[in-house]
């Protein structure tokens, strides 16, 4: 055998061989990283990959030859390599290295896990435990065995224990305190692309969420991952297998692998496997939505490992394009064509997007995504939000270019509880903020963009909506240029997409937002400050402090209500946003003591919608919705 890493130098420039043509699974390709060395620091000058030499053996030396495709361009790109007795030569672009072999892996990573107090992180799953697939032995898998079948070295650091600091918490995160404990976090890793990872092992996510990938618009892309212990825990051979394939998941999208069935959106978009991804045996895709069988299919099914093209990109994908910290999530994906409707679709859904007819520049642009059914009642999965990405937006922006809305977390939904559309329910609603994102700002100048959302439903199909006109309208007079320079902040886009947050890396944009209710309090864009004000002041903030302790910020309700009836009183948010802040108002009046006032808010709320017209059958999912609360806030108090 001679596949593995090799590593060699010619002068200042350093070269990461990985051989790859025989062993465990070889995919049969040579690839290779190229640094160079200056002083006492070194810097990465491109990649490269041969994907299909050819290789003759002559006693103890094997010869290794083809046709590279490069990063950077190079008059040489035929690839020479020769190995014999752990070493050899390497002839790449014009240089020749002597290399020595390093590891049997092609990849190293150090990941640290750390784990809040009462969350046990997961040890490992003995795949005899329960029946498997005929050709998959049994063996005990943890998830860096996992990983090292795969090729790919990972190195635990010495795990962490957080400590909760405070009584009284919930221990139920939120977007924003992920978004705060990364960011306190990733002090320590640094503003660089490394191989090194760090995962979260909390309690649970308030939207039930078994795991999640923190992916956002800075440096520190595809760092980090969380796994929810409430979601997952138990100790039968069906929950430590489920365990295993949610840690191992959460940590395939820190190597910048999509899910199974949204390969088609990376740049360059790769293939969908069977199904339209879904009938991948693969760690990336989801149990429930595997065809065909579903979750009794894939179990029955899996062995346990990455498809080859996955393994083709552990193993050789390009530098950048791999190592945590370095090119965003679906690498270039930012760019795409536009949605098409399908030639036939026969699904029986129709899908619509709303938004309402003008936005001001620097206003969050929120949207309404409708399903509905046509003809036959129909049943489907409830996740219509884009946040849990079985659902995408492009955005056709005033200049021609389409750009993909990407969330700044990546929301993992290993459940998707079955809703049936039909007369008695025709349609489900989902309100969506799709202004920033993972690459920032999306409307960020007056014109007109088109918007389109494609759904992929619990068969498989997808649902292609009509394009939706979004007109963002200049800036009439002084104070709107200033309004819309306050709003346009990245700090303040992140804010918007968490609805809050305490954590000081976004210091400046609750500044701006301060300035904006206290210097423009009277402009009709101070209600999203006050929405984001309020919201974060209602609820309270867990902090992950600089020695890894966890201390949990009790919430302010008198704050809250002060912000959130500004914004229940005017009223001009869209309806399901003002659904959220008239319960989360009627909370913070019960925890400040007046469970009466609470009652009123949520009579207010069933009136308001009333007086707008909404549809009966909407309507009577509000009416249930505030009895709902009230029971509830009554036996928070009580």
Request: charged content about 20%.
């Amino acid at each position: 055998m001679i596949s593995g890493l090799y590593e060699g130098q010619d002068g200042d420039s350093r070269l990461a061989l990985r051989v790859d043509v025989d062993g465990a699974r070889p995919t049969g390709r040579v690839s290779g990283d190229l640094f160079t060395v200056a002083g006492a620091t070194t810097s990465y000058a491109g990649s490269f990959v041969v994907n299909a030499p050819t290789v003759q053996a002559e006693g103890d030396e094997a010869r290794i030859q083809g046709h590279g495709a490069f990063t950077f361009g190079t008059p040489v790109r035929d690839v020479n390599v020769t190995i014999a007795h752990g070493s050899g030569t390497a002839a790449v672009a014009g240089r020749t290295y002597q290399v020595s072999f390093v590891s049997p892996y092609f990849r190293s990573v150090l990941l640290e896990v750390d784990s809040v107090t009462g969350s046990v992180p997961f040890v490992a799953y003995p795949t005899g435990s329960l029946p498997a697939p005929t050709g998959s032995p049994a063996r005990e898998l943890t998830v860096a065995a996992a990983y090292a079948e795969a090729g790919i070295e990972l190195t635990l650091a010495q795990p962490g224990v957080i400590p909760v600091e405070g009584s009284g918490a919930d221990l139920a995160w939120d977007d924003a305190e992920l978004h705060h404990a990364m960011t306190r976090h990733f002090t320590a890793f640094g503003d660089a692309p490394a191989w090194r990872l760090w995962l979260l092992v909390a309690s649970k996510h308030v939207g039930g969420y078994r795991g999640i990938m923190f992916d956002y618009n800075d440096a520190h892309q595809r760092q980090g991952s969380a796994v929810f212990y409430d979601a997952i825990k138990g100790t039968t051979p069906q929950a430590q297998r489920a365990q295993l394939r949610t840690y191992v998941h959460e940590l395939g999208h820190a190597f910048n692998l999509l899910h199974s069935w949204q390969k088609n959106l990376a740049r360059p978009p790769q293939p969908l496997g069977p199904d339209g991804g879904f009938g991948d045996l693969s760690w990336m895709n989801y149990v429930h939505n595997y065809r065909p069988g579903g979750e009794q299919g894939y179990w029955a099914a899996f062995p346990f490992q990455f498809t080859d093209p996955e393994l083709v990109h552990l193993r050789h994908g390009f530098y950048r394009d791999v190592a945590m910290g370095a090119n965003a999530f679906g690498t270039g994906a930012a760019e795409i064509d536009p949605f098409e409707q399908p030639v036939e679709d026969h699904s029986g859904l129709r899908l619509e997007v709303r938004a309402k007819k003008s936005f001001e520049l620097g206003e969050p642009v929120v949207v309404e995504l409708k399903l509905s059914y046509a003809g036959e009642p129909r049943a489907t999965h409830g996740h219509l939000h884009p946040d849990t990405e079985f659902t995408q937006v492009s955005i056709t922006q005033p200049g021609g270019r389409t750009v993909l809305y990407r969330p700044m977390m990546r929301h993992c939904v290993d459940t998707s509880p079955e809703i049936r559309l039909d007369a008695g329910n025709p349609a489900m609603y989902r309100s969506a903020y799709i202004g920033h994102g993972r690459d920032g700002h999306y409307f960020q100048q007056p014109g007109e963009y088109h918007v389109r959302a494609q759904y992929i439903a619990a068969d498989g199909s997808r649902i292609v909506s009509p394009s939706c006109l979004v007109r963002v309208r200049f800036p009439v007079g002084k104070d709107d240029h200033q309004v819309a320079e306050l709003m346009l902040g990245e700090e303040q886009g992140q804010l918007f997409s968490l609805l809050g947050s305490d954590s000081p890396a976004l210091r400046s944009g609750n500044l701006a937002l301060d300035e904006m209710i206290g210097r423009y309090g009277d402009h009709p864009l101070a209600v999203y400050a006050r929405l984001v004000k309020g919201l974060n002041a209602e609820r309270e903030f867990k902090e992950l402090t600089p020695g890894n302790r966890l201390r949990i910020r009790p919430p302010d309700p008198k704050q809250g209500i002060e912000h959130l009836t500004a914004v229940a009183r005017e009223a001009s948010v869209d309806n399901i946003t003002l659904n959220l802040v008239m319960r989360r108002l009627a909370r913070a009046e019960a925890r400040q003591g007046d469970l009466g006032r609470a009652n009123a808010v949520m009579d207010e709320m069933v009136a308001t919608f009333q007086a707008k017209g909404v549809n009966p059958v909407v309507m009577g999912q509000i009416q249930r919705q505030a009895e709902l609360t009230k029971a509830a806030l009554s036996a928070e108090v009580s």
